[in-house]
């Protein structure tokens, strides 16, 4: 029997009919994880996103009427803040994420946005990032690199602090909403003896970097590192900023840290009345999502999480690769910061009217772009893009299996 696709009214009927189910089966995923993890472990949330998983998950427990197997806490972390300990152990994988970040930018920009204040370096620093002059720069025994290794040092060992007070000794899990981990990479590759999990909603290597911290990584609900059209989960990786967006709460990226009165470091994330924050306001999506996950009980969270899954996840797909003008709304994201200490955002459709090669790449939502740009001709447009990722996943798993054939014939 075909089952009818929800009509959705507003942005928090989307978050209940849709995203609801999607990561109310995240939460049940997370539980199901937590149980079968040793128990001298700890779960701790990621700033920002972090925040309203781990309110999701408790929200979750509450209604079926069970507690988290491990203790959960927040942990105020970015990638920011991770690559500082990681850049001062001289980790490949800090270089990694800032040479890509910062990608055509000056290396006066990356010291700032590392130190978040402007130090008064020579033009030396104007140079566009090149990673060995970066480093020849950055370790040079003179006053320029040493006042901004020192900058970055205290920050990394006020952080150090913070996260030693959470872990409290034990394993640590990271959780937070994906999708390469790099968050997780950056701390394992600072300190290789503290022992780092990580597990978020999607997980992908979208970034082509080294996957060895993979071993210890997971996507409880997607785990692949392109979009297929014959995979229907991988679709959010098509539109991934719309789930960064529902968990994000109106708080700073965390980038720097003080000693409050109380002698323990603080971050700037947390103003005054911040847990207050990440509680959604009626309208938003994740206020949805939230509805949904409050509606279940002990008696039948699992069959109706296996039934509205099943109706939820076409519609998503739907929704993400061939949305109507409608949709557009619905689906709205605003601006997305840039991060990692910056303050430049970036649209989710690009600006300007025609449609274009360079429009669509600029655009974090590029089937979004096609049909606010041309929506006469949004369905033949949006199938030919269908195509075209079909096409290139045939052709993948076509080199796979020749891969394969050449290495049985190599090792016969």
């Not at 601006?335 to 649209?347: L, M, T, V």
Request: aromatic fraction near 10%; include cysteine.
């Amino acid at each position: 029997m075909t089952q009818r696709r929800p009509v959705l009214r507003d942005r928090a009927h989307f978050g209940r009919c849709v995203l609801g189910p999607i990561l109310a089966e995240f939460a049940f995923r997370l539980w199901l994880f937590a149980e079968s993890h040793p128990k001298d472990a700890r779960i701790l949330f990621c700033a920002r996103g972090g925040l309203r998983l781990r309110l999701l998950y408790e929200t979750f427990l509450q209604s079926i009427g069970r507690s988290s197997p491990l203790p959960v806490d927040d942990l105020m972390v970015s990638r920011l803040v991770a690559a500082r300990p990681a850049l001062l152990a001289r980790a490949p994988a800090a270089l990694d994420e800032i040479g890509r970040e910062f990608d055509g930018a000056t290396m006066r920009k990356v010291v700032t946005a590392l130190v978040q204040t402007d130090l008064p370096l020579s033009s030396r620093w104007d140079g566009v990032f090149e990673r060995t002059q970066f480093e020849e720069l950055f370790w040079a025994d003179d006053d320029e690199a040493r006042a901004a290794r020192a900058a970055i040092f205290v920050q990394a060992q006020l952080f150090r602090r913070h996260f030693d007070e959470k872990a409290q000794g034990r394993r640590v899990i990271l959780c937070d909403t994906g999708l390469y981990g790099s968050t997780m990479r950056l701390l394992q590759a600072a300190d290789p003896a503290q022992e780092i999990f990580c597990v978020m909603f999607a997980r992908s290597n979208y970034k082509g970097f080294d996957t060895e911290h993979f071993a210890r990584t997971s996507g409880l609900c997607v785990e692949s590192d392109f979009y297929s059209p014959f995979n229907l989960r991988s679709s959010v990786l098509r539109f991934w900023h719309l789930i960064e967006h529902v968990f994000e709460p109106d708080l700073e990226s965390v980038r720097m840290f003080v000693l409050g009165e109380d002698g323990r470091p603080r971050s700037n994330l947390e103003r005054p009345d911040w847990r207050a924050a990440i509680s959604p306001d009626r309208t938003e999506i994740f206020a949805g999502v939230l509805s949904y996950v409050e509606s279940l009980t002990a008696e039948n969270f699992s069959r109706r999480l296996y039934d509205d899954s099943a109706t939820a996840w076409p519609e998503f797909k739907r929704l993400v690769t061939h949305p109507r003008c409608a949709d557009l709304a619905l689906m709205s994201i605003g601006e997305r910061s840039r991060d990692f200490g910056r303050e430049e955002k970036i649209g989710a459709i690009a600006a300007g009217p025609a449609l274009s090669v360079s429009h669509l790449k600029a655009s974090l939502w590029r089937e979004g772009a096609v049909t606010r740009a041309h929506p006469a001709l949004r369905a033949l447009l949006h199938s030919g893009i269908e195509l075209a990722h079909g096409a290139r996943q045939v052709r993948r798993a076509f080199a796979v299996s020749a891969g394969s054939k050449a290495n049985g014939a190599q090792r016969r």
